[in-house]
């Protein structure tokens, strides 16, 4: 990666939204290891346009994604490419987490917001209001699935420190990307994310 882009850092339970140009490169990285991020994405111009799971998985036919995959978003225009991944198993199956998440899953009397409420406040200033956040496609997550019985079930990352996954961007966009808040999804503690942008190659 080249040096002088500088890195960012996403405190625990925590998320942030920012704007990527067409050609830029985002790179989110595990700097501990075993911990999600969840990343959205939106047509800078048109906020209607935004991430898809299931046009990409229909597109891809098959639900883990790597390096040279495109994602897709809901008009079935590609808004980010994956062009490299040092882990090759991420989720795109399971929303973010939110507080009805705690409340629901894990019984907690006094829920955390959660990745949901995270995105929601980070991508408000850019319009986005909460019923548009979408299912995210969440790096590093690792979910299998039951080939007989379709049972999904959350298993701990197999990112370690220092895996990153590198997205292009094929047009504007404002992304919103968290460090997951749910224990369940990283393997029971909760860690910062860290990205970085380098810009459009010539």
Do not use: W
Not at 24 to 31: A, G, Q, Y
Not at 74 to 94: E, M, Q, W, Y
Request: hydrophobic share 40%.
């Amino acid at each position: 990666m080249p040096p002088e882009a500088s890195v960012h850092e996403i405190a625990p339970r925590s998320g942030t939204a920012f704007t990527l140009d067409k050609g830029e490169r985002l790179t989110v990285i595990d700097p501990q290891g075993e911990q999600v991020a969840d990343l959205l994405a939106f047509v800078r111009g048109d906020l209607d346009e935004v991430i898809s799971s299931g046009r990409t998985l229909d597109y891809a036919s098959r639900i883990y994604l790597t390096t040279g995959d495109p994602i897709y978003s809901n008009r079935s225009n590609v808004l980010l490419r994956i062009v490299a991944d040092t882990v090759g198993r991420h989720d795109f199956l399971l929303t973010p987490c939110s507080a009805d998440t705690f409340r629901i899953i894990y019984g907690d009397a006094h829920p955390h917001r959660g990745c949901f409420g995270n995105l929601a406040a980070a991508l408000a200033p850019y319009g986005v209001a909460p019923d548009r956040i979408p299912v995210a496609f969440n790096v590093f997550m690792n979910v299998t699935v039951d080939g007989g019985t379709g049972e999904l079930k959350v298993e701990p990352p197999l990112s370690q420190a220092g895996d990153h996954v590198t997205f292009e961007a094929e047009c504007d966009l404002v992304i919103g990307l968290t460090a997951c808040s749910a224990l369940q999804s990283n393997n029971g503690s909760f860690k910062p994310i860290r990205y970085r942008i380098d810009p459009a190659r010539t």
